[in-house]
């Protein structure tokens, strides 16, 4: 019944061990604090305080991290055991396959979480000790931190479904890659392509922002700038969060784990050790 | 059924379109220890991993006591031992035993078990610093965790030296003694597996035999080889003895055991005419082979 904490215990302990959750954390932190002091000169021009301008750039760094740092886990941790030949010996053991992914997931969200509250806390802290904060921009940063770790939390899923579908741990690294950069890069890229095309038309006005809220990492922006008028201000993209209904983010990027871990349970399924 | 810790019952598997387990039977009571012989890509993993119910089969029934393979029950009851098995290279061999204790849900004596392998000075060493044979000892170790009915070990002695299987072979015999029924697939006869109860050989995906040592020696018929020395004249012996000149001075004959006796009174009746004699009986190697290579019908 709590088989899949001892799971849990051991993935914290490799995280720990090959220094994965120390490098992480301190990419987060020193990207968190380069992009709070780069993007501290306009604070003045638009009359918000600092951390609302440092939670803004943080958001857009997030969105490419948070996704990134996720991937980098999670690709191995079905593919790595395969090419090991240690998760026969796993599986010949009583815990279900649900309850392994299960542990893999719990310890990797909570590197993960460790890793962004302590990144995003710290600029934080740093922006509204020199720029000041308010109770309202203290609302933006934790839902920065959640958010992203919901983010994450999409990431590790994808990254375990691929990690299911691939033959060999490399192969899975280089579908994560794919993957990032579809979900990223290219899909906006697509989007924005669409809306140029469209001139404005009924794609533009009804279609664009539903598709562009089924992708999680549209999703995360979408509901930290919709949430907040500074951030939103400061970010200057307001058109497609004002078209949808408040849920439509949050809703976008609640589904999105749990869709994912349970595809990558179905594909777990058909593993083969 | 319930006596047998382990029944294999007319068992048959495709990959694509080889038929890679092809009718087979086996069974193996508490307690005893049964050599799965083969060579490369005969069956035995792919066996091995249908018991688990790692992979499903085509055909027939496999039981561990009255558990199916792959339910809670049989997962309990069995422990195996994976083919070159590795481990993540960032976990001490403690930590990785102390997860698999946890998981099988025994309380175990980590240390204690390490020792029992010779990897007491290894406990807090990571597993990426171990050796193949270390790798292999741990993964004999957790073998012995939490009683099992069967014990499934594929290729255990790969990458083990010469002592290390005298070590395995006691560890085997300790696991029988407490009633486990022991499964040892291997590629090649060596005294391990000349030691188990019984012998079954696999070849291409089918059971060619199914027997004790002795039984399958007998059946086999393999010749015993005798090689007398002459004193003298080594022509003449070959000429009086029926055998093949070996070297200058030797003649080489082959005989069934039944006709041993007759052939060595031979000898002895020609007196001075013969230096010594030498008796060789049919070798592990010369067994496996006659049964792993042969076509039989
Ligand atoms: N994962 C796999 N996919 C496809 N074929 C396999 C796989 N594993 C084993 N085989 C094939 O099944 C046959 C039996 O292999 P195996 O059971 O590993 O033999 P053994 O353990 O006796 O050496 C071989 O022909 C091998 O090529
Ligand atoms: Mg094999």
């Known amino acids: 019944m709590t088989r899949f904490l001892a799971i849990t215990r051991t993935e914290m302990l490799i995280l720990r061990r090959n220094r994965w959750l120390l490098v992480a954390t301190l990419i987060m932190v020193l990207f968190?604090?380069?992009?709070?002091?780069?993007?501290?000169?306009?604070?003045?021009t638009l009359?918000?305080?600092?951390l609302t301008v440092s939670v803004a750039s943080m958001t857009t760094l997030s969105v490419y991290l948070a996704p990134l740092l996720a991937l980098m886990i999670s690709f191995d941790a079905i593919a790595g055991d395969v090419d090991r030949g240690s998760l026969s010996l796993l599986l010949s053991y009583p815990a279900g396959r649900g309850e392994i992914l299960l542990?893999?997931?719990?310890?990797?969200?909570?590197?993960?979480?460790?890793?962004?509250?302590v990144g995003f806390g710290t600029a934080g802290a740093v922006a509204a000790f020199f720029?000041?904060?308010g109770p309202e921009s203290l609302m933006a940063l934790v839902r920065l931190i959640l958010t992203s770790i919901l983010l994450g939390a999409v990431f590790l899923a994808l990254g375990y479904l691929l990690s299911a579908l691939a033959r060999g741990a490399t192969a899975a690294a280089g579908l994560s890659a794919g993957l990032w950069l579809v979900f990223v890069v290219l899909y906006d890229l697509g989007l924005l392509g669409a809306v140029v095309m469209d001139k404005g038309g009924a794609f533009t006005q009804s279609v664009f922002p539903w598709v562009m809220v089924a992708n999680p990492a549209d999703a995360f922006r979408l509901w930290n700038i919709a949430a907040t008028e500074g951030v939103a201000m400061a970010s200057g993209?307001?058109?497609a969060a004002q078209a949808l209904p408040v849920w439509a983010a949050p809703a976008s990027l609640l589904i999105w784990p749990v869709l994912g871990f349970a595809l990558a349970r179905l594909a777990f399924r058909r593993v083969e050790p | 059924m319930t006596d047998k810790a382990l029944s294999i019952d007319h068992v048959s598997k495709n990959r694509g379109k080889t038929c890679v387990l092809d009718d087979?039977?086996?069974?193996?009571a508490p307690g005893q220890r049964v050599a799965l012989l083969g060579h490369n890509g005969a069956g035995k993993s792919t066996l091995i991993k249908s018991i688990l119910g790692l992979t499903p089969i085509r055909d027939g029934a496999i039981r561990i006591g009255n558990a199916t393979p792959g339910s809670a029950q049989a997962r309990r009851d069995t422990a195996y031992l994976?083919?070159?098995?590795?481990?993540?290279?960032?976990?001490?061999?403690?930590e990785q035993l102390t997860l698999f204790a946890k998981l099988s849900g025994s309380k175990a004596d980590v240390p204690g078990l390490l020792e029992r392998v010779g990897l007491s000075d290894a406990l807090d060493r990571r597993i990426g610093a171990y050796s193949k044979g270390m790798r292999q000892r741990l993964g004999l170790a957790q073998v012995l965790l939490g009683q099992p009915k069967v014990a499934l070990l594929d290729e255990p002695t790969s990458g083990l030296d010469p002592i290390s299987r005298q070590d395995l072979y006691a560890i085997i015999d300790e696991l029988a003694a407490q009633g486990t029924a022991v499964l040892i697939a291997s590629h090649a006869l060596t005294e391990v597996e000349a030691r188990t109860d019984r012998i079954a050989i696999m070849r291409k995906g089918r059971m060619v035999a199914d027997d004790t040592l002795n039984n399958l020696s007998a059946l086999a018929g393999l010749p015993i080889r005798l090689k007398v020395r002459a004193?003298?004249?080594?022509?003449?012996?070959?000429?009086?003895l029926g055998g093949n000149r070996i070297n200058g001075a030797s003649v080489e004959l082959l005989c069934t055991p039944e006709d041993k006796m007759e052939a060595l009174r031979r000898i002895a009746r020609l007196g001075d005419a013969v230096a010594d004699v030498e008796m060789t009986p049919p070798k592990l190697e010369d067994l496996y082979r006659h049964y792993a290579q042969e076509e039989r019908t």
């Open chain 1, 32 to 44: 968190a604090l380069a992009l709070t002091f780069a993007g501290s000169a306009p604070t003045g």
């Open chain 1, 131 to 133: 720029g000041g904060a």
């Open chain 1, 47 to 50: 009359g918000v305080d600092m």
């Open chain 2, 82 to 94: 994976p083919e070159a098995v590795s481990f993540h290279p960032a976990l001490t061999g403690r």
């Open chain 2, 231 to 240: 004193s003298a004249n080594a022509d003449a012996l070959a000429a009086e």
């Open chain 1, 103 to 117: 542990g893999k997931f719990c310890a990797h969200l909570a590197a993960l979480a460790f890793a962004m509250t």
């Open chain 2, 24 to 28: 087979i039977t086996l069974s193996l």
């Open chain 1, 237 to 239: 993209m307001t058109g």
